[in-house]
């Protein structure tokens, strides 16, 4: 029930503040999708669930991001998180969103993410990302 709370609450902040929504899907050997939505210049909060597999063993992501590094055509980040349901534990991403290209909605991500729990790992992903409404 606390989880649900704190997602309910997170989501609630996040519609309210002035930001811009972005969605990403990351390859990896357990991929999942994302939905973020940037606050001010630097936190970029992120919910993340897994997919490619059964209910049962979807993992849920909740995760806050600080932009070290940001321009038009590239962000580095660094946050921390928790995971819950499937792998439960802490989780630790940094990566690189890049935006290639003339319309900067379109872009690419690639990330490194140590989770540790009772089975600890790093995972590494690549993916896709989309930011609608560029401000």
Same mark, same amino acid.
């Given at each position: 029930?606390?989880?649900l709370?704190? #997602? $309910?609450?997170f989501?609630? %902040?996040?519609t309210?503040?002035?930001a811009?929504?972005?969605? /990403?899907?990351h390859? !990896?050997s ?15 909060p ?8 059964s209910?049962q ?9 600080? #932009? $070290?590094?940001?321009n038009e %055509?590239?962000?580095f980040?660094?946050g921390?998180?928790?995971? /819950?349901?499937?792998y !439960? ?6 990566g ?18 140590g ?10 992903s ?6 609608f409404?560029?401000?």
């Amino acid at each position: 029930m606390k989880k649900l709370l704190l #997602l $309910f609450t997170f989501l609630g %902040t996040a519609t309210l503040a002035q930001a811009q929504w972005t969605t /990403a899907f990351h390859i !990896s050997s357990r991929p999942f999708v994302a939905v973020n939505k940037q606050l001010g210049e630097r936190w970029l909060p992120e919910f993340r669930v897994d997919v490619d597999n059964s209910f049962q063993y979807t993992g849920l992501e909740l995760v806050v991001n600080y #932009l $070290f590094v940001q321009n038009e %055509t590239y962000q580095f980040y660094g946050g921390l998180g928790g995971r /819950a349901n499937y792998y !439960s534990g802490v989780v630790i991403p940094a990566g690189l969103n890049i935006y290639p290209f003339e319309n900067k909605n379109f872009g690419f991500q690639m990330e490194l993410a140590g989770i540790v729990s009772e089975f600890s790992y790093l995972r590494g992903s690549t993916g896709i990302r989309y930011r609608f409404n560029k401000n």
